[in-house]
């Protein structure tokens, strides 16, 4: 199998494309894996807002998540050592 038209990080310096080549894996020879580098990031201005817009509208539910677990974490909290703290503030 190959894959044509797939860019490197030196071809966009030469405008030149490499093609990859698939091989099948072999279980008596598995596959050496290698460092990458990512050198640059090349996103369109209207994607990234897309995608910014996407992430704000998704920590929405995660921070509902994270308030009610801390609500419930100092509910707890104040359970447990409000008694203490309350009776330290009691004239007698």
């Not at 990031?41 to 509208?57: A, N, T």
């Amino acid at each position: 199998m190959k894959m044509d038209n797939v860019k490197s990080a030196d071809s966009k310096e030469n405008n030149k494309t490499q093609t990859i080549e698939a091989k099948k894996i072999n279980k008596n020879n598995p596959p050496q894996t290698q460092p990458v580098k990512i050198i640059d990031f090349d996103m369109p201005f209207g994607s990234m807002v897309s995608f910014m817009i996407k992430w704000v509208l998704a920590s929405i539910p995660a921070m509902m998540i994270l308030f009610a677990i801390g609500f419930i974490l100092s509910m707890i909290a104040i359970s447990i050592f409000g008694s203490i703290i309350m009776s330290t503030f009691t004239y007698n």
